[in-house]
Every structure is written in structure tokens, then in C-alpha cells.
């Protein structure tokens, strides 16, 4: 059974960063995908990036591409997501979620997910 527990959330102005973590425990980073998503209200919840360790293959939603970084230590078993040049589009819940083997972009494939952590960009 994994857990998952995110922290890093906040309120930021356009073109600020922030940094998200998310701790697993129950499993390791080198044999379960994890990813994040975020969910918007009155939105459904989208992908935003995966990171699959073991096949070292990372995958960016285009809306975040080259703006937000999915990083991980496998020593403390946390994967991070970097947030820069943020927007109030950005403004969302942002969730952790991990499944064994492959990471991939659908939300119905991840058996786990942490509580959420909002994250809400001002302009």
C-alpha cells in the first residue's frame, strides 16, 4: 500500500514559482510511476507531468512544458514538481498520484493519490 503525502502549496503572483513535494512511503521510486495532476474547479482532473523511474522517461502536459519541472530523490522516495512563470490558469488542486510500473497520462490508471495541495496564482 503507498502513501502519499504532498506539500508545497500556496497563494503566488503571475510569474512567481513554487515548488510542490510529494513523499511516498509503501513503495520505491524505482518501481512505480508517479505523476501529477491538478484539478481546477468545475474541471475535470488533468495530467500535468510523470516521471517513471526506472525507465527514466519524463512526460510534461504541453500547457506546462518548459515552465514546470518533475524531479525525484530516490534517497528520501519524494518527487518534486518546480513550478516557474506561473499563471492564474495554473491556479488549481494539485495532486500527487503513483502506480506500480509505468507512469502514464490517465487519470483511471493510478491506484494512489495523496490528499491534494491548492495551489492559487493571483494576476
Known amino acids: 500500500q503507498v502513501q502519499l503525502v504532498e506539500s508545497g502549496g500556496g497563494l503566488v503572483q503571475a510569474g512567481g514559482s513554487l515548488r510542490l513535494s510529494c513523499a511516498a512511503s509503501?513503495?520505491?521510486?524505482?518501481?512505480?510511476?508517479m505523476a501529477w495532476f491538478r484539478q481546477a474547479p468545475g474541471k475535470e482532473r488533468e495530467f500535468v507531468a510523470s516521471?517513471?523511474?526506472?525507465?527514466?522517461?519524463?512526460v510534461y502536459a504541453d500547457s506546462v512544458k518548459g515552465r514546470f519541472t518533475i524531479s525525484g530523490d530516490i534517497a528520501k522516495n519524494t518527487v518534486y514538481l518546480q513550478m516557474n512563470s506561473l499563471t492564474p490558469e495554473d491556479t488549481a488542486v494539485y495532486y500527487c498520484?503513483?502506480?506500480?510500473?509505468?507512469?502514464?497520462?490517465?487519470?483511471?490508471?493510478?491506484?494512489?493519490w495523496g490528499q491534494g495541495t491548492q495551489v492559487t496564482v493571483s494576476s
Open positions: 516521471r517513471s523511474r526506472s525507465y527514466a522517461t519524463v
Open positions: 498520484a503513483a502506480r506500480p510500473g509505468i507512469a502514464t497520462r490517465q487519470v483511471h490508471n493510478y491506484d494512489y
Open positions: 509503501g513503495g520505491t521510486l524505482g518501481t512505480i510511476g
